[in-house]
């Protein structure tokens, strides 16, 4: 196992930062070779976790964050604004225009929530008053968006979505001409425009004015590249697909029947506010009832933009992104594909998970949580598999953003060959390893109240108190979600009852402790 501390992480008790020292040499080597219970206590050492603090902004906290972990986000109308909307479009295309002096071109995707038609409108207007040309996709997932930059040759791409968030949250994400992500450098010098309200920045007029077009080869396009990254005979199977009333419908539609397989679609409302409702990824036991009644070999959601996946076996059984990572890195592995045998996951994912890949021969490196500290590292090393168990997974080889209807089709790929070869059903896939048992507890806070736990010497204490009375036996991870108003409390361990017990204890003490935490 390999400890990624390039993202800054941190023990943060007592209100200060105390590094991770050197001496997490040691799990790359004593860990992996000494014998499981010698793996479990160590990996629980150097895992006691009061807050996963990566400060991206380092010197901008007194300034204000308006970019988290992906991208900006907010409830529509009241949070992400018009007003701000038109902001970051007229911030983003200064930039761009900064760097060669150049009309840029930038293109815009959106998921299906009712306020994406709102803010298109407001930040193509603040591109176009910079001097930016601006391509209009339409409904398209995420990844989609990345991939079409880098084939159109724009400037810039940007997506107006909440990923799986509700229907009433919004958000917008850019990504460069290479389908990346804006790095750190380039969001801070956006955000300082914004708290300027952008005087800074010269307003075009007359002919130097940008234009808006509408492109409607987008999903074509994107469905055309995936069928070839995914290069997959699926006939044979029966598959249920939850679109999550979200950006994915419309590409998975054409895609999957393409490829071969039985299909039946769920989730494929675009009524503005179903989005993410009772369905997709984040509430996947209603894909589950339905694949068992239905007796499909399996079942596929994504969320509202696509971007991640998760899926269920012809038992109605859970199949998350630590399995999927798993299945598809071993199988890279054995035809020779495993760029450096390792497959980057982050601190959430399970114990079982990472005793199945040292029993497998496989190396692991760990990020914080969120698909950009993977891709960071994936990038920096060169591998070409990882993920989050979420469901975002990046194959490199051919995507620069998790993708899930990409993930899906490696998935049912495997399932495929596998299931004409030797009769091989998904619940076999899924049994790959034993998961250790997780309790995650979802605490409601706003940014005051999350500050206020991340400066409270009372909780730090009585979380590292928690994790020495689980000490091989279980791990506590407390953190500060980057893209909604939560705390998460996950503990993870051997017992069961224990480990209930002690994510309870945690979660009311941050309750006792901060008001209005719910």
């Known amino acids: 196992m390999k400890v990624c501390l390039r993202h800054g992480l941190r023990y943060q008790a007592a209100g200060t930062h105390k590094r991770m020292a050197g001496s997490l040499w040691f799990l790359s080597g004593a860990a992996r070779r000494g014998p499981p219970k010698l793996f479990f206590i160590i990996y629980s050492l150097f895992i006691i976790v009061q807050c996963v603090d990566f400060d991206r902004w380092k010197g901008l906290d007194d300034m204000g964050k308006l970019f988290g972990t992906d991208g900006v986000r907010g409830v529509a109308g009241k949070d992400l604004t018009c007003e701000l909307a038109l902001q970051i479009g007229r911030a983003t295309a200064a930039?761009?225009?900064?760097?060669?002096?150049?009309?840029?071109?930038?293109?815009?995707?959106?998921?299906?929530?009712v306020s994406g038609d709102m803010l298109e409108c407001t930040l193509a207007a603040g591109l176009c008053s910079v001097g930016a040309d601006v391509d209009l996709l339409g409904v398209i997932p995420t990844p989609g968006v990345a991939y079409l930059v880098r084939k159109y040759g724009a400037d810039?791409?940007?997506?107006?979505?909440?990923?799986?968030?509700?229907?009433?949250?919004?958000?917008i994400k850019i990504f460069k001409g290479d389908g990346y992500k804006l790095p750190d450098e380039v969001e801070n010098r956006i955000e300082a425009h914004i708290f300027k309200n952008c005087e800074d920045i010269k307003i075009c007029d007359g002919a130097?004015?940008?234009?808006?077009?509408?492109?409607?080869?987008?999903v074509d396009d994107y469905v055309d590249a995936l069928e070839q990254h995914i290069d997959a005979d699926l006939s044979g199977l029966n598959?249920?697909?939850?679109c999550a009333n979200g950006a994915s419908a419309k590409v998975a539609q054409k895609l999957f029947p393409r490829l071969g397989c039985q299909c039946s679609?769920?989730?494929?409302?675009?009524d503005g506010v179903s989005v993410n409702d009772g369905c997709g990824s984040t509430h996947l036991d209603r894909l589950e009832k339905k694949v068992v009644e239905g007796g499909f070999d399996c079942g596929i959601a994504f969320d509202g933009d696509a971007d991640r996946c998760l899926a269920c076996d012809e038992k109605g059984a859970e199949i998350d992104g630590d399995k999927i990572i798993a299945l598809v890195a071993k199988d890279m592995k054995d035809r020779g594909r495993l760029d450096g045998n390792t497959a980057v996951v982050t601190v959430m994912s399970n114990l079982g998970f990472m005793k199945y890949m040292q029993s497998i021969g496989i190396d692991t490196a760990r990020t914080a949580v969120g698909d950009r500290y993977v891709l960071e590292e994936m990038r920096a090393r060169g591998y070409a598999i990882g993920g989050e168990q979420s469901g975002h997974v990046i194959f490199l080889h051919h995507s620069t953003t998790g993708d899930g209807?990409?993930?899906?089709?490696?998935?049912?790929?495997?399932?495929?060959r596998k299931h004409r070869e030797e009769g091989t059903k998904m619940s076999e896939l899924n049994a790959v390893y034993t998961k250790f048992p997780q309790v995650l507890i979802n605490l409601t806070a706003d940014k005051e109240q999350k500050q206020a736990y991340k400066e409270d010497e009372y909780i730090a204490g009585f979380i590292e108190s928690q994790q020495q009375n689980l000490m091989g036996m279980g791990r506590v991870l407390v953190r500060v979600s980057g893209t909604e108003p939560k705390i998460r409390v996950m503990v993870e361990g051997e017992d069961m009852e224990a480990i209930q017990s002690s994510a309870e204890r945690i979660a009311d003490m941050i309750r006792q402790r901060i008001p209005g935490v719910c």
């Open 208 to 218: 130097e004015i940008g234009r808006v077009h509408r492109l409607d080869t987008a």
């Open 95 to 113: 930039e761009l225009t900064s760097l060669d002096g150049h009309r840029p071109r930038i293109l815009i995707g959106k998921d299906t929530r």
């Open 156 to 171: 810039a791409g940007i997506v107006i979505s909440a990923s799986h968030n509700p229907m009433e949250f919004n958000g």
């Open 239 to 242: 598959v249920l697909f939850d």
């Open 405 to 416: 209807e990409l993930t899906a089709g490696k998935l049912l790929k495997l399932l495929a």
């Open 265 to 270: 679609f769920t989730g494929t409302l675009d």
